[in-house]
């Protein structure tokens, strides 16, 4: 799975969406409040650090178990120290990928989330540069 050039996040203006506080129930329907809460900046949300987040745009399934699909597009927040297990946007060896990091017995791994993709074994000659962590996906319901 790769992903497209780099889009550095500029929060130019605020668009505040109403927001319902009634939750949605995902089992049984509940009965609807009619009353909207207050309004809701989504850069407020899934923007925790405008200087060091960028949003890519995936190409390929090799994330789909992860739920990342092809046309989404991740927020990445590169501050974040990425830890083990993780999302991260990575550049392998000049080709952008993202991937999950692993970290065993020493070794580091960029995992697919698709069993068709095998892990990908980091070696001491490849050039391993990781972008950021990725904090949220964004993509339409399918």
């Given at each position: 799975m790769t992903v497209g050039s780099p889009i550095p996040f500029e929060a130019r203006t605020k668009l505040r969406i109403p927001l319902v506080s009634a939750k949605v129930q995902a089992g049984f329907p509940s009965p609807a409040d009619d009353h909207i809460e207050r309004s809701l900046d989504l850069n407020e949300h899934l923007v925790r650090n405008p200087a060091a987040t960028f949003f890519v745009r995936v190409q390929g399934d090799s994330m789909r178990d992860a739920g990342i699909h092809?046309?989404?597009i991740l927020v990445v927040d590169r501050s974040l120290s990425p830890a083990d297990r993780q999302i991260v946007v990575a550049m392998l060896d000049g080709d952008f990928t993202v991937k999950r990091l692993?970290?065993?017995?020493?070794?580091?791994?960029l995992e697919a989330g698709n069993d068709s993709f095998p892990p990908i074994e980091i070696s001491e000659n490849q050039e391993l540069v990781i972008w950021g962590v990725v904090t949220f996906i964004i993509h339409q319901a399918r």
């Amino acid at each position: 799975m790769t992903v497209g050039s780099p889009i550095p996040f500029e929060a130019r203006t605020k668009l505040r969406i109403p927001l319902v506080s009634a939750k949605v129930q995902a089992g049984f329907p509940s009965p609807a409040d009619d009353h909207i809460e207050r309004s809701l900046d989504l850069n407020e949300h899934l923007v925790r650090n405008p200087a060091a987040t960028f949003f890519v745009r995936v190409q390929g399934d090799s994330m789909r178990d992860a739920g990342i699909h092809g046309g989404d597009i991740l927020v990445v927040d590169r501050s974040l120290s990425p830890a083990d297990r993780q999302i991260v946007v990575a550049m392998l060896d000049g080709d952008f990928t993202v991937k999950r990091l692993r970290r065993k017995n020493g070794q580091v791994f960029l995992e697919a989330g698709n069993d068709s993709f095998p892990p990908i074994e980091i070696s001491e000659n490849q050039e391993l540069v990781i972008w950021g962590v990725v904090t949220f996906i964004i993509h339409q319901a399918r």
